[in-house]
């Protein structure tokens, strides 16, 4: 009899915690195949997906390469003249007095009168990507006929300094013209040891 009390004791133990049991069973049986089986598949699509990544990322680096290659090949041909004489349209100096002299040249030269010339307070302006930077300028002329401006941008047009007109205000009653402008100027070069 002792024995039936025990195997119905285990039965009734075992009927309140085979749930549980088996749930527990369940559980470690998906942990052990996850770190088993899928955990190892997971980080061999990973690796192979990382490893594309790189082969592209070379692959568009040795294209940006090549081009920067052919961009130095390039500039190597220019010739010399043509250096000199873009650094001479753009300058490595701002040369204030140098622009006035210019407009004054070219405003004498189409016979009009170049009432004012003021700079921004923000003179130089670099622009985005280059190491040119801008310097922005507002002048006023008067006694200027629509025939005499047109000769005054010619006149700015044959000059050595690189003159960049943005906008153009004409007041046809009192012959005058209001221009802003731009010159520019080549920023210095900052190396790694400055």
């Given at each position: 009899?002792?024995?039936?009390?025990?195997s119905s004791?285990?039965?009734?133990?075992?009927?309140?915690?085979l749930?549980?049991?088996?749930?527990?069973?369940?559980?470690?049986?998906?942990?052990?195949?996850?770190?088993?089986?899928?955990?190892?598949?997971?980080?061999?699509?990973?690796?192979?997906?990382?490893?594309?990544?790189?082969?592209?990322e070379?692959?568009?680096?040795?294209?940006?390469?090549?081009?920067?290659?052919?961009?130095?090949?390039?500039?190597?041909?220019?010739p010399?003249?043509?250096?000199?004489?873009?650094?001479a349209?753009?300058?490595?100096?701002?040369?204030l007095?140098?622009?006035?002299?210019?407009?004054?040249?070219?405003s004498?030269?189409?016979?009009?009168?170049?009432?004012?010339?003021?700079?921004?307070?923000?003179?130089?302006?670099?622009?985005?990507g280059?190491?040119?930077?801008?310097?922005q300028?507002?002048?006023?002329?008067?006694?200027?006929?629509?025939?005499?401006?047109?000769?005054?941008?010619?006149?700015?047009?044959?000059h050595?300094?690189?003159?960049?007109?943005?906008?153009?205000?004409?007041?046809?009653?009192?012959?005058?013209?209001?221009?802003r402008m731009r010159?520019?100027v080549?920023?210095?070069?900052?190396t790694a040891?400055?």
């Open positions: 009899m002792a024995d039936a009390k025990q004791g285990l039965s009734v133990w075992i009927s309140r915690h749930g549980a049991a088996g749930a527990l069973a369940f559980i470690v049986i998906l942990g052990l195949g996850y770190a088993f089986l899928f955990a190892p598949q997971l980080d061999a699509v990973r690796r192979s997906n990382r490893l594309q990544q790189l082969a592209e070379k692959r568009s680096k040795t294209e940006v390469l090549a081009g920067l290659r052919q961009l130095e090949e390039n500039f190597r041909m220019i010399d003249d043509d250096v000199r004489r873009v650094s349209m753009i300058p490595r100096e701002d040369d007095p140098g622009i006035i002299t210019s407009l004054e040249a070219a004498r030269n189409a016979g009009v009168t170049l009432s004012s010339v003021s700079f921004s307070t923000q003179t130089r302006a670099l622009l985005p280059t190491n040119i930077s801008a310097i300028m507002n002048l006023q002329l008067s006694n200027a006929s629509y025939d005499r401006f047109k000769l005054f941008l010619e006149a700015l047009e044959r050595l300094r690189l003159f960049d007109i943005q906008t153009v205000n004409m007041a046809p009653a009192t012959a005058s013209y209001t221009l010159a520019y080549q920023a210095p070069t900052v040891n400055q």
